[in-house]
Every structure is written in structure tokens, then in C-alpha cells.
């Protein structure tokens, strides 16, 4: 009977209102800030600079952030396990070879632990030589931003239990070249993870641009279409279908959008830009779409690159240098907000259809099919015209129910169609795209 009230009250919301949240818990912009202060306190964290010096160095960054998480755990009665991964890696910005250590804290899930949620930023920090890892490299926004997000993340999320597994990730080695990243996707493949998000936090704490414009009401979000992992036969597979705006990430994409409208006390637009990362640039998220988890890049409405990448200085009385006083932590913290309102939502709810197969060719109707998930109270049927980017029409099946339904109007031919799996509390999992051949990692 419970369970019977439950789906009626979600069959009869809008797709929007059945996931509205009033209480997402608030990030502290003071937490944020003594977390970029202690990292910045490091000197250098430079990748290739002392593994080992207690209070100077990528070796003492990692050690501190190892300690949040430890006492983190504690407080929640040793929800945390906190562990290191490492490997050597060499290139260009390593020719010696260097050892890139990760540190993660796993929260596990209380459903299938392989089904994982993970929320990272990079640890390490340069400064205009990315060989220079001597001098101060303060790292503020890039990256400390995102890893105090991470840590911030963890405190607030492990107050409660989750369906799914939640990975905290402070990563080594991106302005390396991306080592971090590597590592982690390919330790989420050792360890046969079914990633259902990575939400990677990459400069996400300024609010100013270099020409002085100030954007503090959006935060931009990057995802690829067609998949970086796809062969040539999947590719073609997607443009035939037109799914070539509907990939996994993608559907990451508009999973946080969702999070922002349905959570607007914390004020955040999400710009969601359709392209992997920006021009020419990139991050830790694109080793994981490499390997086919879906993944997307929170970053500032607005860069300031005079306060990135830069050696510590003043020209002609323009100041350069990534440094605490450029930041804005109420910014932060609402997109630390964000974060947490979104990983929550997936974490809660059931994984996504691995299958959504479709029927209708030369019919008024179209058919959908899609594989039954462990779990899910009910499916979200959603549906557009083939000349929009959004969804715009729903509707929510039992999951008592078959595992296919009938639209009668609806030609194939001229609509996109998805299915999402629900919880019984309303939480959805990111939309599986109909009509492609299944694609796993």
C-alpha cells in the first residue's frame, strides 16, 4: 500500500517537481576557505616537488587532505575508508618519470557497491614553467578550489547513507598531463566500477575575468556527445540514430542543469557548454570518457587568466598569480552546493537502463524497450521533437509494469526518445538514449 501511494504521488508530479529539493545542505564558504589557505600554506604542489617534506610539497598536500578525510570518517562513525593509489608515469613534464599518487575516500553504498558516484579535483598545483615545481605555486583556484569542494563534499554527503557508492577523489598529476585522471578511470576499471557520474571540479572558486567582468550567477559545465570511447561502428551507429547530442555525459550534462532549476536558492545558472572541456584545453574528466564512464567538468562562469598558471609578480601594476585574495568563497559554495545536490540525486537513485531499443518504423506509434534495472520503483519515459535539445514530454511507468510502452502519435521518425530508471522517492538516474546498441566501459 505504501509503495502504491508513493508511485501515485509521483505519477501525478511534473518530471521537475517530483525531484524538488528544499534542503540541500549548505556548503560553508568558511570551511572552503581555510581548506584553499592550508593548501595554498604548501608552498608548491607542484607534481614533481618533495613527496616527503612535512610541510612543504605535493607529498605534505596530500597527507593534510588524507587527514580531512580521516577526520571526516570519524565523524561519521568510520563511514570513510580512505585509501592512496599510485603508479609512475613519464612524458614531456616528467621526463625523469615521477610517482603520481592519488588520494581517494570511499563511502560505501548501500545497494550495489559497484555502482559509483565520483566527485574529484586535482591537488597539484604550477606556475608559468609547468617544469618550475621550486618556486611558491599558490594554486588557489586551479586547483585548490576543487579539491576544498571535494573535501566539502565528503562532510556534508557522508551525514547520510546512499544507494550508491561515493568516491572523494584528490588527484595528482593533471598539469602534467592529466595523470591523476588516468590513474583514477583506470583503477575504476580494475575495480570493475559501474561509474554512473564523475563530477570533475577544475577552477571553480573566482567570479572575476581577466578583462574585469564579473559573472557570479553561473557555472559552466562540459561534457562530450559523441563518445571519446565509441569505435568507428558505434559512431556510426549514433549519427544514424541522431544521438550525437544524447551520450552519457551529455545526459550528465542536463542531469545538473535539473539539479540547479530544481534547487534555486543556490543560485546557479548552469551554462551547460556541448563540448568535452574548453577549446584547446583539457582536464581529469577525459580519461574517464575515454574509457566510457560518464563524466563532466564543473568550471567558473568566467576565467581570469592573469590569476592562472602564472609566477607570482606585478608589470607595470598588473598583479598575476593564482592566490586566495582572488577568489569569491560564497561562489564556491554554492557550486559545491550544486555538486552535492546532484551527486545526491544519482547516488539515490537506481543505475541508468543499460538498453533502450526502439520500434515504430512505419508506424503513427513508437515503441520503447529497455532493460529492467534492480530497484527501480518506476521508469521515466521521455520524448521530443528531433529539432530540440531538450526533453520536453514524460511519462512515469511502473515498474511492476512490462518493460515497453506505446506512444500512439508519436512517430519515430520525428522524436527523440530516452528512459530514466526512479526511485520510490522521486530520485532519477541520468536518461539512457533510445536506439543505440549497448556500449559498456
Known sequence: ????????????????????????PAADPVRLKASVEKLVSFGTRHTLSSATDPKRGIGAARNWGAAEFDRI????????????????????????????????????????PAHVIIIAGHIDSRVSDPMNFTDDAPGANDDASGSALVIEAARLLSKQKHRATIVYALLSGEEQGLWGGRLLARHAR????????????DIVGGIRGTDGAIVDNRVRVFSEGIRASEDLAAQLARRGIGGEDDGPSRALAKAAIRAGRNNPAIG????????????????????????????????????????????????????????VDEMDFGYLARVTALNVALARELADAPPAPQDVNLDGAVSSDATIRWTPVKDAAAYRLYWRRSDR?????????ASNSANEAVLPGVIVDDHFFGVAAVSSNGNESIVTFGGLPPARP
Not at 509503495?3 to 540541500?24: G, N, R, Y
Not at 535539445?389 to 511507468?397: P, Q, Y
Open 1 to 24: 500500500m505504501i509503495k502504491s501511494c508513493l508511485f501515485a504521488a509521483l505519477l501525478f508530479a511534473a518530471p521537475a517537481a517530483a525531484h524538488a529539493s528544499d534542503d540541500v
Open 73 to 112: 570518517s570519524k565523524a561519521c562513525g568510520g563511514c570513510l575508508t580512505v585509501k592512496r593509489i599510485a603508479d609512475r608515469f613519464d612524458g614531456p613534464r616528467a621526463p625523469s618519470g615521477v610517482i603520481v599518487e592519488n588520494v581517494l575516500a570511499i563511502q560505501q553504498g548501500s545497494g550495489d
Open 190 to 201: 580494475e575495480q570493475d566500477w559501474q561509474v554512473a557520474a564523475l563530477l570533475n571540479n
Open 268 to 323: 546557479l545558472e548552469v551554462f551547460a557548454v556541448r563540448r568535452p572541456d574548453r577549446f584547446r584545453r583539457g582536464g581529469d574528466h577525459l580519461p574517464a570518457l575515454e574509457l566510457g564512464y560518464p563524466a563532466i567538468r564543473f568550471t567558473v562562469g568566467i576565467e581570469d587568466y592573469d590569476h592562472q598558471h602564472q609566477d607570482l609578480r606585478t608589470e607595470n601594476g598588473r598583479k598575476y598569480g593564482d592566490t
Open 389 to 397: 535539445s531538450d526533453w520536453t514530454d514524460s511519462r512515469l511507468i
